[in-house]
């Protein structure tokens, strides 16, 4: 059973435009919720992340917003440049059981000069 | 944000080979250490967590036997592919955390190794 559900699988967005990635989880136990950029041939590389005692949470371009009765977060990249075309990872994890991150599918985003 | 050194970034061998793999936190202590792998365009699978002087633990349908894990310090894990066979080929990542921190917050991730078997 997969425990973070992203959408969409790929995203094509012109230069300048919002891309929005989404998440939903079930576990509500989850209580920390990291968006990771991969670059091909790269490890991820966390973006930012947020804790469900906030709502939304805003590092420049980036900002995640959290619906914790929905059981949903999603990432807005604004203003899209092409050097943020890469893969986008959303993860959640708890306390305990080794603090394990549970991944999404990932999303291929591509942005259009 | 804190640095964690994958050793090597690609590697390619025999089939029938052992293969050990590096994962270094530079710049922290790593009390806990986790072991990835990703297939192409896929997401990162989660192998097996290791703490630093205990047995790692498996995640379900890895054969421990085939995969290696120590975690002799609290700065250094390795992943061991053993008898590797074309199969095994694929993207392994490790990441890091600090669980004495109280933010406990990131995990810091490698930048991958490509193995290749053939």
């Known amino acids: 059973q997969q425990q973070v559900k992203q959408s969409p699988q790929s995203l094509i967005v012109q230069k300048g435009g919002i891309s929005i990635i989404n998440c939903a989880y079930e576990n509500t136990a989850f209580d920390y919720f990291p968006w990771y950029q991969q670059f091909p041939g790269k490890g991820p590389a966390l973006l930012i992340a947020?804790?469900?005692?906030?709502s939304e949470k805003k590092e420049g371009r980036f900002t995640i917003s959290f619906n914790k009765s929905a059981k949903q977060f999603s990432l807005h990249i604004m203003d899209s440049q092409p050097g943020d075309s890469a893969t986008y990872f959303c993860a959640a994890s708890r306390k305990h059981n080794f603090n394990k991150f549970y991944f999404g599918s990932g999303t291929k985003l591509n942005v259009k000069p | 944000g804190a640095v964690v050194s994958q050793h090597p970034s690609w590697v390619i061998c025999k089939s029938g080979t052992s293969v050990k793999i590096e994962c270094r936190s530079l710049d922290f202590q790593a009390t806990t250490m986790f072991w990835y792998r990703q297939f192409p365009k896929q997401s990162l699978m989660l192998m097996a967590t290791?703490?630093?002087?205990?047995?790692?633990?498996?995640e379900q349908g890895v054969e421990k036997d085939k995969f290696l894990i120590n975690h002799a310090s609290l700065t250094l894990s390795t992943l061991t592919v053993t008898s590797a066979h074309p199969e095994d080929s694929s993207f392994y990542i490790c990441?890091?955390?600090?669980?004495?921190?109280?933010?406990?917050?990131?995990?810091?991730f490698g930048q991958g190794t490509r193995l290749t078997v053939v």
């Open positions: 290791s703490n630093e002087g205990s047995k790692a633990t498996y």
């Open positions: 990441s890091a955390r600090d669980l004495r921190d109280p933010q406990w917050t990131e995990a810091f």
């Open positions: 947020i804790r469900p005692d906030v």
